[in-house]
C-alpha cells in the first residue's frame, strides 16, 4: 500500500497563476483533508470531504477550491496564486469510527512557493 | 472561537530525561484528541484519546486525557535523540483543529 500520495512535491508559481495540487489514497478511506503548515502557526484545516460527494470549508478555505473526484482522489486549486500561499501543503485520510474518528494518515505534502 | 494550545514552545533537554509535552484546548462538540510526531515531513500518528484518565501507552512514550479540565499530556521517558522533532496535538470537534506544536530537541 501507498498510504496517501501527492503530487508534485515541489512546485514554484507566480502571482496570479493557477495550479492543482493532486492527492489519492489506497486505503479506502471515506474522509480526506487538506492542511497547509506554515512556520510557527501549525497546521490549518482549509477543505475537508467527509465522504465520497461531499466537501467543507476548514478553518482557512479562502482562495482555494477543492474537488473530491471519487473515494480515492480529493484535489486542490488555486485559481489565481498569492504570495500568501507560499506554504507546505499536506493531504491527510481518515476512516470515520464511532464516537470519533481514527488516526489521520498524511501524504508527504507540497512545497508551493509563489513568488 | 474553538483553539488548541500547546506548551511549552520549544524544550531541550539531555539524553535520558524525561519531558512532559502540553496541550489544552477549546473546542466545540469535543469527539478525540490526537498526537503526532513530525520530523521534518509529514506528521506520524502516536495516538488517539477519546476517554478521560485512560492513559496510553506506547514504549517510552504514554498519554493521558483530562476532558472536565479540557488538557492533555504526553511524556517521554529515558530520551533519545531520535525523540528530536516536533509534536503536534490535534482536537477532532466538528473538524480538526491542531495546536503549533512543541520542538524537542534532545542532546547526547
Known amino acids: 500500500n501507498a498510504g496517501v500520495t501527492q503530487t508534485p512535491k515541489f512546485q514554484v508559481l507566480k502571482t496570479g497563476q493557477s495550479m492543482t495540487l493532486q492527492c489519492a489514497q489506497d486505503?479506502?478511506?471515506?474522509?480526506m483533508y487538506w492542511y497547509r503548515q506554515d512556520p510557527g502557526m501549525g497546521l490549518r484545516l482549509i477543505y475537508y470531504?467527509?465522504?465520497?460527494?461531499?466537501?467543507d470549508k476548514g478553518e482557512v478555505p479562502n482562495g482555494y477550491n477543492v474537488s473530491r473526484l471519487n473515494k480515492r482522489e480529493f484535489s486542490l486549486r488555486l485559481e489565481s496564486a498569492a504570495p500568501s500561499q507560499t506554504s507546505v501543503y499536506f493531504c491527510?485520510?481518515?476512516?470515520?469510527?464511532?464516537?470519533?474518528?481514527?488516526?489521520?494518515?498524511f501524504g508527504p505534502g507540497t512545497r508551493l512557493t509563489v513568488t | 472561537e474553538d483553539k488548541v494550545v500547546q506548551s511549552p514552545l520549544s524544550l531541550v533537554v539531555h539524553e535520558g530525561d524525561t519531558v512532559t509535552l502540553n496541550c489544552s484546548y477549546e473546542v466545540t462538540n469535543f469527539r478525540s484528541l490526537l498526537w503526532y510526531k513530525q520530523e521534518k515531513k509529514a506528521p506520524t500518528f502516536l495516538f488517539m484519546l477519546t476517554s478521560s484518565g485512560i492513559e496510553k501507552k506506547s514504549g517510552r512514550l504514554s498519554s493521558i486525557l483530562d476532558k472536565k479540565e479540557l488538557f492533555s499530556i504526553l511524556n517521554i521517558t529515558a530520551t533519545q535523540t531520535g525523540d528530536s522533532a516536533v509534536y503536534l496535538c490535534a482536537v477532532f470537534g466538528n473538524q480538526f483543529y491542531f495546536g503549533t506544536g512543541t520542538s524537542l530537541t534532545v542532546i547526547p
Open positions: 491527510a485520510s481518515s476512516e470515520r469510527g464511532s464516537g470519533g474518528t481514527y488516526e489521520q494518515y
Open positions: 470531504s467527509a465522504s465520497e460527494g461531499t466537501t
Open positions: 486505503m479506502n478511506h471515506n474522509s
